[in-house]
C-alpha cells in the first residue's frame, strides 16, 4: 500500500470545520478585477436585454472557436487590442500585434543579398506579385538601436495563401524567413507586396458573425513580423505592417487589430534602370516602405 501523500485532497480533513481562505494566496487585484468584469457583463445583460437563444448562439461560437483552436487567438485580438488603448497616452511605440494562426516556426536563417543589414525573403523565380522592399531601423523608445536584433517575418503570396499549411503548390517557407539588423538596428527586406486574404476553413458560424457586424470577410495586407532581442522584457515583440488605403482596414477588419499607427505609404519606383539595380528584371515596377519598429526594453 503506498505512503505516498497525495498531491490533491480529494476531500476536507474536517468536513464541518468553516472554510477560510488563505491569506497568503489571496489576489485583491484579482477579485477586484473579476468583480468589474462580472459588472460589466451584467450591465449589458441587463441593458440589451440578452436572451437564452442569443447567449446559446455565443456558446456555439465559444464551442467552434475551441473546435478550431481558436480561442486563445480570438481573446488575443479583442483583448490585446484594450490593453494598448488603455496605455495608448503614455505608449509611444510600435503597437504590437497578435500572432495569427498562420505562423509556422523554423523559417530559414537568411544570408545579406547586399550590403550585411539587405536580406529577401525565400520566394519562387518570377515570384507573382510586386516587388516590395522593406527598410527601417529597430530602436528603444530612448532612440537606442537594438544591435542584430532578429527578424521572423512571414507573409502570404499573391494568390493571398501561406506557405506551410498544404494549401497550394509554394515551396516549404516560401515567403518566410529570419535575419539579423546590423549593429544599429537596420534592415531592408526584398519581398513581394502581400494581399488581403481570408484564413481558409473559417466556419459559417463565425462567417456568420462577421456578416451581422458588416465585416468584411477579408483581412487588409499585411507582413507579420516578430522580433527577438535580449533587451526586449519577453524577448520577443510582435507587430504587424499594413498599407495605407487598403479597403480592409479599420471597422472593415474582421480580426479588428489593423491600426492606422501601423500603416506604411509604399513609394512606386518604375525607373528600369532602378529595377536593374535591385535584381528585378522581369518586373515592371517596386514599391519600398520604411517600417521603422520601436519598442519597449526591459529595465
Ligand atoms: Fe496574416
Redesign the pocket.
Known amino acids: 500500500m503506498s505512503t505516498v501523500e497525495p498531491a490533491f485532497k480529494f476531500r476536507p480533513d474536517d468536513p464541518d470545520a468553516p472554510f477560510v481562505p488563505d491569506p497568503a494566496l489571496l489576489s485583491p487585484r484579482l477579485i477586484e478585477i473579476k468583480q468589474a468584469l462580472v459588472d460589466a457583463v451584467s450591465a449589458v445583460f441587463e441593458e440589451k436585454k440578452i436572451t437564452y437563444a442569443e447567449y446559446e448562439k455565443f456558446r456555439q461560437v465559444l464551442q467552434t472557436l475551441q473546435e478550431i483552436k481558436g480561442v486563445h487567438g480570438w481573446f488575443d485580438i479583442w483583448l490585446a487590442k484594450m490593453v494598448d488603448e488603455t496605455y495608448e497616452d503614455e505608449w509611444v511605440g510600435t503597437s504590437s500585434q497578435p500572432e495569427?494562426p498562420?505562423y509556422f516556426p523554423g523559417a530559414p536563417s537568411l544570408t545579406p543579398v547586399g550590403p550585411d543589414y539587405s536580406y529577401a525573403l525565400p520566394q519562387r523565380e518570377g515570384e507573382p506579385g510586386t516587388p516590395l522592399i522593406i527598410s527601417g531601423q529597430v530602436r528603444s523608445l530612448d532612440g537606442t538601436p537594438l544591435a542584430n536584433a532578429e527578424f521572423d517575418v512571414?507573409?502570404?503570396a499573391d494568390t493571398g495563401i501561406?506557405s506551410n499549411f498544404g494549401m497550394d503548390d509554394q515551396p516549404e517557407f516560401n515567403l518566410r524567413g529570419k535575419f539579423r539588423c546590423d549593429s544599429d538596428g537596420r534592415y531592408e527586406l526584398r519581398t513581394i507586396k502581400?494581399v488581403p486574404?481570408m484564413?481558409p476553413g473559417i466556419p459559417q458560424i463565425l462567417v456568420d458573425i462577421w456578416n451581422g457586424l458588416g465585416k468584411a470577410h477579408f483581412?487588409p495586407a499585411?507582413v507579420?513580423m516578430k522580433v527577438r532581442h535580449d533587451d526586449l522584457p519577453s524577448g520577443e515583440y510582435m507587430t504587424?505592417m499594413y498599407f495605407a488605403g487598403d479597403p480592409y482596414l479599420g471597422d472593415n477588419d474582421p480580426g479588428e487589430n489593423s491600426l492606422s499607427s501601423l500603416e506604411v505609404s509604399p513609394e512606386k519606383h518604375t525607373d528600369p534602370a532602378e529595377l536593374t539595380a535591385r535584381g528585378l528584371e522581369g518586373y515592371s515596377s517596386f514599391l519600398t516602405v520604411t517600417f521603422d519598429i520601436v519598442v519597449a526594453t526591459a529595465p
Open positions: 495569427g498562420l512571414w507573409q502570404c501561406y502581400p486574404y484564413t483581412r499585411h507579420h504587424q
